[in-house]
């Protein structure tokens, strides 16, 4: 018999179609620097076919990104997002050296 709680976090299985910005500031907080082959787990879905994702946890939910290239297209974005902070004047501002020649 184990003395181990049985976990009471809420479990998400988080997909393209249902990711929200806040799941994309807490996935981008979890993995800054963006997450690498190592961080991916593959598991079966009920329908038998393979998932990848990327786990992480809150106080309160564990996590599950699903892994795809729209999945990956939508953090980049969601990263350039936040790097371009709008001046005074409502022009965006592009930090030096992201600007391609």
Same mark, same amino acid.
């Given at each position: 018999?184990?003395? =181990?709680? !049985?976990?009471?976090? $809420?479990?998400?299985?988080?997909? /393209? &179609?249902?990711?929200?910005?806040?799941?994309?500031?807490?996935?981008?907080?979890?993995?800054?620097?963006?997450?690498?082959?190592?961080?991916?787990?593959?598991?079966?879905?009920?329908?038998?076919?393979?998932?990848? =994702?990327? !786990?992480?946890?809150? $106080?309160?939910?564990?996590?599950? /990104? &699903?892994?795809?290239?729209?999945?990956?297209?939508?953090?980049?974005?969601?990263?350039?997002?936040?790097?371009?902070?709008?001046?005074?004047?409502?022009?965006?501002?592009?930090?030096?050296?992201?600007?391609?020649?």
């Amino acid at each position: 018999m184990s003395n =181990a709680a !049985p976990s009471d976090k $809420k479990r998400v299985i988080v997909d /393209v &179609k249902n990711v929200t910005k806040e799941i994309l500031d807490l996935f981008t907080d979890r993995y800054p620097y963006g997450y690498e082959p190592e961080d991916i787990i593959k598991f079966k879905n009920a329908k038998g076919e393979t998932v990848r =994702a990327v !786990p992480f946890e809150t $106080k309160d939910s564990k996590y599950l /990104v &699903k892994v795809s290239v729209e999945m990956d297209a939508k953090i980049e974005a969601f990263l350039d997002e936040e790097d371009s902070v709008p001046s005074e004047d409502g022009d965006v501002e592009v930090p030096e050296g992201d600007i391609d020649d």
